[in-house]
């Protein structure tokens, strides 16, 4: 398995597991887990985010169709969880396990709405970001969707520190094409050049940074319409299948928007795919896109 170190933190086993948090209030650990089914006929996202300075967590999971059905349970108000990564609300139980560090992950959900159990295997590698604590897994994804056989793919992620869900609007994608490539790419919204977190793993083989990653997106009003990922010599373009957004609220009561999506991926050689991409959205937002001529 190959693990790649972007930044100036070399990953270590451990980090798969929870981290000392910071003083800031801001101060966040978050573990994400995403799947789209092989032929997208549906797709999801679970995340926990812990706030230790807030006294509580933050748990979503969502279930889409390409019909445009969908089921969540939204919680910002969970208890910090104990041992295991495990939470509870109304309604529901999760919990949250590495299975083995770096190669595998498990997640259990039972609610009222929805119910999973879902592994996550690493397929190709391990990303560590450059200018955060953070990495990303694509993975192959299987397991049970209320209690039905499922299999398909999908990426997990980890991070830990200050994050301003508020001030700061970013663009994320992260899909899987039908001959077996995996795609990923990161910018946050701010014209300043960077070594953005991309990378892709070819068919059978291993993950590898691609440099010079960048992205512009079509808006239709407020939502996404298409999203074109310059991967330099194979451009990839995005467009939502099924939403799953979630509405956020600071302490102090400002809001921010964050319409994710369930995506159809193609690439400019023909080859397509299913993924997932979100497109941060804090007040002001609009101020900075990266290309705003390109809105609709």
């Not at 994050?163 to 014209?191: A, C, K, Q, T, Y």
């Amino acid at each position: 398995m190959r693990i790649v170190n972007m930044g100036e933190w070399p990953l270590a086993p451990e980090d798969e597991g929870r981290h000392e948090p910071g003083g800031e209030p801001l101060w966040n650990e978050s573990w994400y887990y995403d799947f789209v089914a092989e032929d997208g006929s549906l797709g999801g996202y679970v995340r926990l985010g812990l706030y230790p300075a807030w006294g509580r967590a933050w748990y979503w999971a969502c279930l889409v169709t390409a019909d445009g059905e969908r089921v969540a349970v939204i919680d910002h108000e969970a208890p910090l969880p104990g041992p295991g990564l495990s939470v509870s609300g109304d309604g529901y139980t999760a919990s949250h396990a590495t299975v083995e560090r770096f190669r595998s992950a498990r997640v259990h959900l039972a609610s009222k709405e929805l119910s999973l159990d879902l592994e996550w295997r690493t397929e190709g590698g391990v990303y560590g970001y450059a200018i955060t604590p953070r990495y990303e897994v694509p993975c192959v994804v299987t397991g049970t969707i209320g209690g039905v056989p499922f299999r398909g793919y999908g990426e997990r992620d980890h991070s830990w520190g200050v994050r301003d869900w508020w001030s700061i609007s970013w663009l994320w994608s992260s899909g899987r094409l039908e001959d077996g490539s995996f795609v990923h790419g990161m910018r946050p919204n701010f014209g300043m050049e960077l070594p953005w977190p991309a990378f892709a793993v070819p068919p059978g083989g291993e993950l590898e940074h691609v440099a010079g990653f960048s992205a512009a997106t079509v808006f239709d009003g407020d939502r996404p319409s298409e999203t074109v990922l310059g991967f330099p010599g194979r451009a990839t373009t995005v467009r939502p299948v099924a939403f799953a957004p979630v509405t956020l609220t600071s302490p102090d009561g400002k809001v921010a928007e964050f319409p994710r999506a369930m995506c159809r991926f193609e690439s400019e050689d023909g080859r397509t795919g299913w993924g997932w991409t979100e497109w941060h959205q804090p007040p002001g937002w609009r101020d900075h896109l990266w290309q705003p001529s390109q809105q609709a």
